[in-house]
């Protein structure tokens, strides 16, 4: 029978960053929140959590890359809002967001989640953040918890 490698939701003991932008703050904010709330459901200590705020989206991967790369951190979750506008801007900030983020990881060797939500109004956005479709903060904040231990594990191998 095959080898099965699954991770127990615990964060007891791991250290987190949170990169959280500025822009459209009132939907980072519940983001932030929801990933808080989930470090501390899954037995960690969000008050041990270094919060790290930059001015947009754009900005999540250099911050993140310095995070991860200091050797301080478990993980380093990312949370921001590009919600579509009147013109394309968005699309070129969405996809370098989402390939800076995974280019941190890669290199790291840690997790480094995406919780950047893109949307095309202020409605779907409050949804996915704590509203009718849930927290993407939450989400990638248990993804780092699970990650961490599944990281764990695959190490012992």
Do not use: W
Request: glycine content about 10%; overall charge negative.
């Amino acid at each position: 029978m095959a080898q099965e490698i699954t991770a127990r939701m615990d964060a007891t003991g791991a250290r987190f960053a949170i990169v959280v932008s500025r822009f459209n703050d009132l939907i980072t904010d519940r983001l932030l929140q929801g990933a808080l709330q989930t470090i501390t459901r899954h037995g960690g200590d969000a008050d041990q959590a270094t919060v790290v705020r930059v001015p947009g989206s754009f900005e999540i991967p250099l911050a993140a890359a310095q995070l991860a790369d200091s050797g301080k951190f478990d993980a380093v979750v990312c949370l921001g809002a590009v919600i579509q506008g009147a013109t394309t801007h968005h699309e070129y900030i969405n996809s370098q967001v989402a390939a800076g983020i995974m280019s941190v990881s890669r290199s790291s060797g840690i997790p480094v989640t995406f919780g950047v939500i893109t949307c095309e109004s202020m409605e779907q956005a409050i949804d996915r953040a704590g509203g009718k479709v849930g927290n993407k903060g939450q989400e990638a904040t248990a993804a780092a918890i699970e990650m961490i231990a599944l990281q764990k594990q695959i190490a012992a191998l």
